[in-house]
Each structure stands twice: as structure tokens, then as C-alpha cells.
């Protein structure tokens, strides 16, 4: 019998939130979200990840290249990151879907 897996399509983490890499070779290091793929899992964060690309050149007077490219990091291996207690956090939502808090203090923070 085949199981059908389901892909996460909601996350507490949003574009554009500061995150904390907790596992891997960035482990320790914070970013802020470029872009989310939700079915995927995954996430390109400025800063972490970053892989060399070898770029060709295209016309003969221009040469090739090494570009260092961030490249996307799974959902589970971040966590947010609130900069006043200046580590990473676990997300609940406030009394509406439009606010987060974290467990620690409970301080609200808007949805963007």
C-alpha cells in the first residue's frame, strides 16, 4: 500500500524574517529570509548556504567566472531569530492569526 505524503503548505516563518541556521555547517549563523518554497521546505537565506558557481563566459572578450550563490536550506533546520534576547526562538500566535509571539516573554510581533 502506498502512503500519500502530504506537503507542509503553512509555516510560522515568513519572507523577509531574521532566522538562525541550528544545524550544519552555518550552525550559529542568522540571515534574513529571501524567498520560500513552502511544498518544497525550503528556503534561500542571505548568508547562509552559499555554494560556487562556475560561470562560462559567453562572448570572447569577457571571462569566466566564480560566483558564491546562497542556495536553499531546509524549513527544519531554522529557527527565528529575536535580535533583543539576541538568540533563536520558538513562534506561537498571539490571540489572532495576525501577530506572533514567543513562548520565553510572550512580546507580540505583527505579521508582515
Do not use: W
Request: charged share 35%; with cysteine.
Amino acid at each position: 500500500m502506498k502512503v500519500k505524503r502530504i506537503a507542509l503548505t503553512k509555516s510560522k516563518l515568513r519572507k523577509d524574517d531574521t532566522v538562525i541556521c541550528i544545524s550544519g555547517k552555518d550552525k550559529g549563523k542568522t540571515g534574513k529570509i529571501l524567498l520560500m518554497n513552502l511544498k518544497a521546505q525550503m528556503a534561500i537565506v542571505e548568508g547562509l548556504n552559499k555554494r560556487k558557481k562556475f560561470v562560462k563566459s559567453q562572448k570572447k572578450e569577457s571571462k569566466s567566472e566564480v560566483v558564491y550563490m546562497e542556495t536553499a536550506i531546509h524549513l527544519s533546520n531554522l529557527m527565528f531569530y529575536d535580535s533583543s534576547l539576541k538568540k533563536g526562538v520558538r513562534l506561537g500566535y498571539g490571540c489572532s492569526k495576525k501577530e506572533k509571539s514567543t513562548d520565553c516573554d510572550s512580546a507580540l510581533i505583527p505579521l508582515l
